[in-house]
């Protein structure tokens, strides 16, 4: 994969993924039900565990509109969001996004490039008050928030948010070697920040990428990984989308987009896919067949992913048009194992041997048909089959030796007329 790290110091990379801007007055969002996590905070990781209480947010002091049906809540967050960053985009109104609420404490990050964030004198744990971190998610948007508490009433919690990362990409699927871009940004009051970009897959993980605002760097910057930098453009929201230039199936995998502030971090997850569709040969590409002798069809299946794969065998007869199974036409079929290639993708070969061949088979058409995850429609690869010396004429054969025969006619009539005026005389005289 290409090597390197771009930063593209254009608004042009953010606009395409922008949350509105608050200057706009969007309308605000219908309150969202979420389950309140009772116990132990995470920091600004993702929530989980511990018991819940039925919760509910709501933005901008709107009292009035109803919530989606669901359990009465329990505690009820009045929330300030200026971004709309727990806006959740695009959902149709009868899909409500899930949410989790978790009480949390604000902590220093544990990777070296994000300690100049947070000397001892402004560390998180001299903010005080009560925090929590929420995290809303739906199939086309995600965000995770870092709530501030403020005053409260039974029942009643009004809270701020400092910091929010979300994305608009929370589940991708993109073709092997085309490239791939993870959209992540994060919503806070202008601030140095540190970001990390970490991939996790079959239970390994490592950074892929790390970046200090302060210093403009990358301390950390694998091969093929490159950073879409967003401008602040005066509402706030910085992109900080990830761009694989060659994503291979060992790029498959969750990842974790991370913002560090002095006074906190947060962190919200995307889901990637990748996928390649197979390339299907069949062998032999002629296939004739002495009287008697049987023969092998393969059929070779090559740079797929993922792994599941179906390779079938149809035949057709020479007089009837549908396809239909081989079955009294092959004697043994079988399918080899799946190989890797370097580049992570697949191939296997199934192979068919046919019954002895007979007259009745002449002309008969086998097809190899491969059904993949990557695919809209089935590939479908055929030769007919031939017996050695039993070929007669086609209809195309015979129409042309008609058309022959025909122009060799008038030839001899315009070259030779006279050899044809006796017969018409002896006609003429009867």
Known sequence: ????????????????????????????????????????????????????????????????????????????????????????????????????????????????????????????????????????????????????????????????????????????????????HLHCAFAAPPSPFVLEWRHQSRGAGQVLLAYDSTSARAPRATPGAELLLGTRDGDGVTAVTLRLARPSPGDEGTYICSVFLPHGHAQTVLQL???????????????????????????????????????????????SRPSRSTGGSVMDSWTSSHRRAADGTYSRTAAARLVPAHPQHHGDVYSCVVTHGALDKPIRVSVRLLLAGTEGPHLEDITGLFLVAFILCGLIRWLYPKAARPEEETKKSQ
């Not at 254009?10 to 309150?31: E, N």
């Not at 032999?284 to 067949?289: F, I, M, R, S, W």
């Open 1 to 180: 994969m290409a090597a390197g790290l771009r930063l593209l110091l254009a608004g042009l990379c953010w606009s395409q993924f922008r949350v509105k801007d608050a200057a706009s007055s969007p309308p605000l969002p219908a309150p969202i039900r979420c389950a309140l996590l009772e116990g132990v905070g995470r920091g600004g990781a993702l929530p989980g565990g511990g018991n819940t209480r039925p919760a509910l947010l709501r933005f901008g002091g709107d009292a009035e509109t109803p919530p989606e049906p669901g359990p009465e809540p329990e505690v009820t967050f009045n929330v300030s969001d200026p971004w709309g960053a727990l806006t959740p985009l695009g959902v149709p109104p009868r899909t409500p996004p899930s949410c989790e609420l978790n009480p949390t404490n604000p902590q220093t990050g544990s990777a070296p490039w994000s300690r100049p964030l947070h000397p001892d004198a402004r560390s998180p744990p001299t903010a005080g008050g009560q925090w929590w971190v929420a995290a809303v998610s739906t199939p086309q948007y995600g965000a995770t928030a870092l709530l501030q508490g403020g005053t409260s009433t039974e029942g009643t919690i009004t809270a701020a948010v400092s910091l929010a990362v979300l994305t608009h990409t929370p589940t991708l699927h993109g073709r092997v070697g085309s490239p791939i």
């Open 273 to 319: 896919n990748v996928f390649a569709p197979p390339k299907v040969t069949l062998s032999p590409k002629n296939l004739v067949v002495t009287p008697g002798m049987s023969a092998e069809l393969r059929c070779h299946v090559s740079g797929f992913y993922p792994l599941d794969v179906t390779v079938t065998w149809q035949r057709r007869a020479e007089k």
